[in-house]
């Protein structure tokens, strides 16, 4: 199994900051990565496929990058409503396998 | 929009099957961009991937788990279920079921979850 490692885990900003986080797979997955937001009680929703394509209708200052094994996530100017918890996923191979998420909280 | 809504006991008690069933709305299952996954997250864990089902009937399991459960789908009432048997304390999570739209692993619609517990 491809196995997907974030980084922090957990994480403090104010509304306005600029956030990354990364994430590292432990092989070689190309461009097939995700990213994913979740709310408390809530299922996850698609933000990024291929790495960096923007789900449809999700604002434009969340942005992905990376390939190989090196992605990262990136919020150019921190909401109120994007404080939840993001995690990457790997669809290079079967069985598909996610981050163990980070938690992004209100400074 | 395609919508999926997932059904099933919210108690099951240990070494017997846990069953669930999720129901697409706004298109049809056996539309055949879609593969439609089970995905469970353990309380206050992360995401752990089950088992995808094409509508022709194809499956893959995670081989984690693949001793214990069993995808299938009912094109007719555009649904498809999940089966896990034997289970244990070790299985109470939110499951969730989500279909990729582009056939390749990425879940662009998930259902809202509904959590299991394993418990006598």
């Known amino acids: 199994d491809i196995q997907m490692t974030q980084s922090p885990s957990s994480l403090s900003a104010s509304v306005g900051d600029r956030v990354t986080i990364t994430c590292r797979a432990s092989?070689?997955?190309?461009?097939?990565l995700a990213w994913y937001q979740q709310k408390p009680e809530k299922a996850p929703k698609s933000l990024i496929y291929?790495?960096?394509s923007l789900q449809s209708g999700v604002p434009s200052r969340f942005s992905g990058s990376g390939s190989g094994t090196d992605f990262s996530l990136t919020i150019s100017s921190l909401q109120p409503e994007d404080f939840a918890t993001y995690y990457c996923?790997?669809?290079?191979?079967?069985?598909?396998?996610f981050g163990g998420g980070t938690k992004v909280e209100i400074k | 929009q395609v919508q999926l809504q997932e059904s099933g006991p919210g108690l099951v008690k240990p070494s017997q099957t846990l069953s669930l069933t999720c129901t697409v709305s706004?298109?049809?299952?056996?539309?055949?961009?879609?593969?439609w996954s089970w995905i469970r997250q353990h309380p206050g864990r992360g995401l752990e991937w089950i088992a995808y089902?094409?509508?022709?009937?194809?499956?893959y399991y995670n081989p984690s788990l693949k001793s214990r459960v069993t995808i299938s789908i009912d094109t007719s009432k555009n649904q498809f279920s999940l089966k896990l048997s034997s289970v244990t304390a070790a299985d109470t999570a939110v499951y969730y079921c989500?279909?990729?739209?582009?056939?390749?692993?990425?879940?662009?619609?998930w259902g809202q979850g509904t959590l299991v517990t394993v418990s006598s």
């Open positions: 706004g298109g049809s299952i056996s539309n055949g961009n879609y593969y």
């Open positions: 996923q790997q669809y290079n191979s079967y069985p598909l396998t």
């Open positions: 989500a279909g990729d739209g582009r056939g390749d692993g990425y879940f662009d619609y």
């Open positions: 291929g790495a960096s």
């Open positions: 089902i094409y509508y022709s009937g194809s499956t």
């Open positions: 092989q070689d997955i190309s461009s097939w």
